[in-house]
């Protein structure tokens, strides 16, 4: 078990600084001079030479890189130059509203989706579960930020029922909170509960036909009893893995989603600072992410060994 | 990985024969080859031109002059969406098939070398997929500029791990099988053996999935455009379209779902096939 955590920990250290290696370069290729940005049309050529020489503009890419580097290293991740603010005293504002649409996203995705997936493995090939997965597939289809279109339309438009845009902080009104993050979270959830009913409908069918379960049937268990405590756990494998992948992937922020309902989550962030060349806060988003992208895998592959005791005993 | 539970490569023919492949299977090929015939004889069709402006029809609702109506600036939508095909099927297709050209190499070489070169591939791979994809696109894009080429290869660059692991999962599954062994054992180049041996093999799964990645992108272009990243204006983009609708949802809600539905029928149809053919290709899900 510890060497498993201890390889995959080293195998971690040259992702992550490849990682800090490839933003770097993502930033600094970044178009135009943030001095002259800075200074505006009245700059002088000495003004701005002056500007570089501050910011360190002026040093070689290799030199930048690692005083960015040694300063992440302690957690100091440098400050924006354009609001001054530091970079992550920036993301810790930006990230609750990025996590929370997250959670909100995954347990409305599990919520739907892991009762259906058992239900339609459970009565694999009748007539309610290829409605049920036909219909899955069709949502497949559809990307968040189409249905967020279609939910805007029958639930701000037509319906008025529910705001289109704006965010309230959950510290300031959790119900105001809640409601302008239903639209949010549902159009990402939508398109997360097919994915999840699919896997976790071909995983237990295959499970279903395993020995145990038949020995479950044989001494007479109830039905529901056998498909949610004996076949749910190991059916559950890539079902974890998929939501590790999601909650990874919606930790940097569901960049679409936050820029449609015009929410100041990581996302946004990260697409402001591309906009405004602040490359110092675009290194420091994107290494953050990136880093709580790996964290979140290493934390499934764990899962696993959760899971499955053979991973725990067997090989790494 | 499904692939790599490819133990029955020469059953697929037979058993392809033999299973039907159903009526909403050939109902996707046709919506395809009706949206690619759209955005390949766009020039021929007797449409109106899609960049055109008549502010005295604007917002108007599908009529005999304009079937799907105009948008807001009295645009013909019909048109704009057969014009705005070009964009997402060219992106989609081009890009797909640059991420299978060079996943697959990258893929084939690991799972056919393995040891050192299969390490660093794959933690290349890792690292790539460790970065937010859409915010490497951006800056990508923010770099080089915006336009199609720029727009494709970006989106290729994104694909190509998920291509590399398909295909280093399907040379591992027969890497080590006899005919591969013989091969090597009648003294075959490593060349050879990847092209003559490996190559047919993998290329099947991999088309495959490149199918699917096919729907993936055209998505993909059409979260770029609608984030005003995608292809530049006037040109006419599906995500473009939806970003415009999206403001006009209360007064011409058509302006934003036409092209909605066209994209979704069409990344739809895309994974039909894909899902239908690897179903055909994998005997494990077939027997499912």
Not at chain 2, 21 to 42: E, K, Q, S
Not at chain 2, 73 to 86: A, E, I, Q, T
Not at chain 2, 180 to 190: F, I
Request: glycine share 8%; with cysteine.
């Amino acid at each position: 078990m510890l060497r498993f955590i201890g390889r995959r920990v080293l195998y971690l250290v040259p992702v992550l600084l490849a990682v800090t290696l490839l933003t770097f370069m993502v930033a600094s290729l970044l178009p135009g001079d943030l001095a002259l940005a800075m200074l505006g049309d009245q700059a002088t050529p000495e003004n701005v030479a002056a500007l570089r020489s501050k910011l360190g503009l002026d040093l070689p890419a290799w030199q930048r890189y690692l005083h960015w580097l040694s300063g992440v290293v302690v957690g100091d991740f440098g400050q924006s130059h354009r609001t001054g603010e530091m970079v992550l005293h920036a993301i810790a504002n930006r990230l609750p509203v990025s996590i929370e649409l997250m959670l909100l996203a995954q347990l409305g995705a599990l919520v739907v989706g892991v009762p259906l997936g058992i239900l339609c493995a459970a009565r694999a090939d009748s007539t309610l579960d290829r409605v049920l997965s036909g219909g899955a597939f069709g949502l497949l289809s559809m990307p968040s930020f189409m249905l967020a279109i279609l939910l805007i339309f029958a639930f701000s438009v037509h319906l008025g029922v529910l705001p289109a845009t704006g965010y309230t902080p959950f510290t300031q009104d959790p119900v105001a909170n809640l409601v302008s993050m239903v639209l949010p979270a549902a159009s990402l959830a939508l398109v997360e509960w097919p994915a999840l009913m699919r896997i976790l409908r071909s995983d237990m069918i295959t499970t279903l036909q395993e020995d145990f379960i038949a020995m479950a049937k044989a001494k007479g268990l109830k039905r529901r009893r056998i498909l949610f405590v004996h076949a749910l756990k190991p059916s559950s494998f890539t079902l974890v893995t998929v939501t590790g992948l999601n909650v990874g992937r919606l930790i940097g922020g569901a960049l679409v989603i936050e820029t449609i309902f015009a929410l100041p989550g990581l996302g946004r962030l990260l697409i402001e600072a591309i906009y405004s060349r602040d490359f110092i806060v675009l290194q420091g988003g994107v290494l953050f992410v990136a880093v709580a992208y790996v964290l979140v895998n290493f934390i499934v592959d764990l899962l696993y060994t959760v899971l499955d005791p053979r991973i725990r005993h067997g090989r790494g | 990985m499904a692939a790599a539970e490819m133990t029955g490569v020469t059953d697929a023919p037979r058993r392809a024969r033999r299973r039907s492949l159903g009526w909403v299977f050939w109902l996707a090929v046709v919506w395809i080859g009706v949206v690619l015939f759209g955005a390949l004889a766009a020039n021929l069709l007797p449409l109106e031109d899609p960049s055109k402006i008549s502010l005295l029809a604007r917002r108007q609702g599908p009529s005999a002059l304009h079937l799907f109506g105009t948008d807001h600036l009295g645009r013909d939508v019909l048109s704009r969406v057969v014009y705005g095909s070009r964009a997402s099927l060219a992106v989609g297709l081009i890009s797909a098939f640059l991420a299978l050209l060079a996943g697959g190499t990258l893929g084939l070489l690991a799972g056919y070398f393995r040891g050192r070169l299969e390490s660093l591939t794959m933690a290349a791979m890792d690292v790539l997929l460790a970065f937010p994809p859409l915010v490497l696109a951006l800056a990508i894009i923010a770099y080089l500029g915006q336009d199609m080429v720029n727009l494709t290869l970006t989106l290729a660059l994104l694909s190509v791990p998920a291509s590399t692991r398909v295909a280093r999962a399907s040379t591992l599954a027969i890497a080590e099988r006899e005919f591969v062994v013989a091969a090597r054992a009648l003294g075959a180049s490593h060349l050879r053996v990847m092209l003559r041996e490996l190559l047919p093999n993998v290329v099947l799964p991999l088309l495959v999935y490149t199918l699917i990645l096919v729907a993936v992108l055209i998505v993909g272009e059409g979260v770029l455009s609608f984030l005003g990243l995608g292809v530049p204006p006037p040109m006419a983009s599906w995500g473009s379209m939806m970003s415009e609708g999206r403001e006009q949802l209360d007064v011409a809600p058509h302006i934003a779902f036409i092209p909605a539905i066209v994209m979704f029928l069409t990344v739809l149809s895309f994974n039909l096939v894909g899902d239908t053919l690897r179903s055909m290709t994998d005997p494990r899900r077939a027997a499912l």
